[in-house]
């Protein structure tokens, strides 16, 4: 029999709509508890860690949670662990999880877009496919693993497409790596990589710049001013910049702040093709990092991560690469 531990955090998943005024908000005592007493074949335990909306989350909640995994993964006898979590930066904890969590058992993230008292509620489902893709033996040596709507994501490569649509979460130009049948859980291929990093703390700042035509060159130049320890620009196309940001972006760089290029297209990787100013091998030329496909929440994180070992831009250039 598996030992599977479920750890709470709060979101939508455990949440109840006001039958009065139509607000969601959390509740007092989590609505899942009782999904899960009547699974064969498993021993779950269940944590109450959180009781928090998704954008209240932040990376010192995300460093305490990745170590009580690690403890739970290595020094307790679970086979592995589900976290439920709130879908609007559920990506960014399921990433920041698979870099600094120490185990090659299954580890799942799920969440809901309905709250557990609305019509169609998709909580309760989603709980109970993630409860079996943790108790599958198909599941170890694949990372921190995103399940919902009867679908398996890396935490890598998934992201919410959709405000409220069930099939929200989606792996763009990969597609999900396995799927939750009612006879079993089925994957059809596996990640090649995973990166696992060894850190104790996140204090690092680090912003995500969104770039937009006609960018003026004054967001960068404010940049120059505050303490902030690293950025990362969602640049235009496969990785190109308004010419007017150059000059500040070259004060930031020679100031020593790593600076991280992610496209802000939905799909494809930044490349050092175009040799116009602003353009991308011009960018490569005065040492921007360029990322191999993350999205730009998922990138910061990453930085974030990165930098708590080192500030070498060179190393930190190779983790990116990864």
Request: proline fraction near 5%; glycine fraction near 10%.
């Given at each position: 029999m598996k030992n599977i531990l479920v750890i709470h955090t709060g979101g939508t998943i455990a949440m109840s709509e006001d039958r009065n005024t139509g607000a969601v908000k959390p509740n007092l005592e989590n609505p899942l508890h009782e999904t899960i007493m009547n699974i064969e074949g498993v021993q779950v335990d269940v944590e109450d860690f959180l009781n928090v909306p998704?954008?209240?989350?932040?990376?010192?909640?995300?460093?305490?949670?990745?170590?009580?995994?690690?403890?739970?993964?290595?020094d307790e006898d679970y086979d592995g662990v589900v976290v439920t979590h709130g879908t609007d930066t559920l990506e960014e904890t399921a990433y920041f999880l698979d870099l600094t969590v120490r185990s090659n058992k299954p580890i799942v993230v799920t969440g809901a877009m309905r709250s557990s008292n609305e019509l169609g509620s998709d909580g309760p489902h989603n709980l109970i496919s993630s409860i079996h893709t943790a108790m599958s033996d198909s599941a170890l040596d694949k990372g921190v693993l995103v399940v919902l709507n009867d679908e398996i994501h890396t935490a890598k490569n998934v992201t919410k497409t959709h405000t409220s649509n069930?099939?929200?979460?989606q792996s763009p130009q990969y597609g999900p790596i396995g799927i939750v049948t009612k006879r079993g859980v089925l994957f059809h291929h596996s990640p090649s990589h995973r990166d696992q990093y060894n850190i104790e703390e996140v204090d690092h700042q680090v912003l995500l710049i969104k770039v937009v035509a006609g960018m003026e060159n004054s967001i960068f130049e404010a940049l120059c001013s505050i303490k902030v320890d690293g950025i990362v620009i969602e640049a235009l196309g496969q990785g190109n910049l308004p010419p007017e940001t150059i000059e500040p972006l070259v004060k930031l760089i020679d100031k020593g702040i790593p600076v991280v290029l992610v496209s802000r297209c939905f799909n494809g990787i930044v490349q050092d093709i175009y040799g116009?100013?602003?353009?991308?091998?011009?960018?490569?030329?005065?040492?921007v990092i360029f990322t191999n496909g993350l999205n730009g929440q998922k990138a910061r994180i990453k930085l974030m991560v990165a930098l708590e070992q080192t500030h070498d831009p060179k190393k930190i250039q190779g983790f990116f690469q990864q």
């Open positions: 998704s954008p209240h989350i932040t990376p010192s909640h995300m460093i305490t949670l990745s170590k009580r995994i690690n403890y739970c993964l290595n069930i099939a929200t979460f116009y100013d602003g353009g991308g091998k011009q960018l490569k030329d005065l040492g």
